[in-house]
């Protein structure tokens, strides 16, 4: 069980990206039934005060001795560098090899590969970044197109709200769909992007404000059950279907049908969670209609059957 987690600052700090951990992680939400969580900023030098890219600067707390006991050490994006401190690199290190779950933020990738921590494993960092990453570490399985990689015992994530996607998913998994959804409520956004979306759509045309579809997914989230085509969504946002999937994979990072299963997956696994709903009754409610199709989409997605998942997480 996550209880304690422990930010790791280092000069150069990008804020948001602090900044995401800090309100995933670091904010008391006891009273909205989140679990409470020890929250660490951490330095090599507690106390002093850490540059950050804007001029500001932010103090932390605690040393690099608060990280012996954390759950998850975070590493939020900076300044990318040639070296990293050695007192920091060797933390990692020690945290990771007792067990310790580790997770980056954009650029706070390449403290984990200067620790050794990436040979061998899939990982991820912000598409601008990515093959830069991958020079320097060519042991390292990088994507440069995904939102986020959760490789077991490190995630990484790209940058700015990918970071987000990366810390909720983090939540799920440790906590189940209900902590989440209160997190994402009160942050005022989606519980979880899937992972595997790009990260970046090339268009010519920048959709407008005015023309977003967040309503229309706001309405598909409460409509997943039902069945939805390419043709009837891009008539309901009164587009052609062209221009629809085009404006569709520039706001999503995805198709409409890979959008569609992922949110009847999070559907599913939240049923699973809290229901105790058959197999069927939850393809049902999800939107898959049959039992073999959630078992074919939900294995796919998250790994392992329906039934083995809802033995390990079902919180009833």
């Known amino acids: 069980m996550l209880r304690t987690v422990a930010a790791v600052l280092i000069d150069g700090l990008a804020p948001f990206e602090f900044g995401v951990i800090c309100e995933v992680f670091g904010v008391d939400r006891t009273d909205d039934g989140v679990p409470r969580i020890d929250f660490r900023v951490c330095g090599e030098r507690p106390g002093e005060p850490v540059t950050t890219d ?17 759950d998850l050490v975070a590493v939020a994006a900076a300044k990318i560098r040639d070296e990293y401190p050695p007192a920091l690199l060797d933390a990692l290190r020690e945290a990771h ?32 970044h990515a093959a830069d990453l991958a020079a320097r570490f060519p042991h390292a399985k990088v994507d440069p197109d995904v939102l986020f990689v959760d490789d077991g015992d490190i995630v990484s994530s790209a940058g700015t709200a990918a970071g987000i996607d990366a810390c909720l998913h983090v939540v799920r998994r440790e906590f189940g769909a209900a902590v989440t959804a209160t997190i994402a409520r009160r942050m005022v956004v989606a519980p979880q992007r899937d992972g595997g979306q790009r990260q970046f759509v090339e268009v010519p045309t920048p959709p407008h404000e005015a023309d977003s579809l967040q309503p229309l997914l706001a309405w598909l989230q409460d409509r997943l059950d039902q069945e939805h085509t390419v ?21 999503t990072g995805t198709t409409p049908h890979r959008w569609l299963t992922t949110q009847r997956v999070l559907r599913a696994r ?47």
């Open 231 to 251: 043709a009837s969504l891009a008539e309901r946002a009164t587009m052609s279907e062209r221009t629809f999937a085009r404006r569709f994979a520039a706001e």
């Open 270 to 316: 939240q049923l699973l969670e809290e229901t105790q709903l058959t197999v069927e009754d939850v393809a049902h409610r999800s939107g898959f209609g049959t039992a073999a199709l959630l078992r074919h989409h939900f294995t796919s997605v998250v790994g392992v059957p329906p039934k083995d998942y809802r033995r390990s997480f079902s919180h009833r």
């Open 54 to 70: 804007v001029g500001a600067s932010v103090v932390p707390a605690h040393g690099l001795d608060a990280l012996a006991d954390a």
């Open 97 to 128: 090899g007792r067990g310790a779950t580790l997770l980056s933020v954009c650029s706070g990738a390449f403290v984990l590969g200067a620790a050794g921590l990436l040979d061998d494993r899939r990982c991820t960092t912000h598409w601008r």
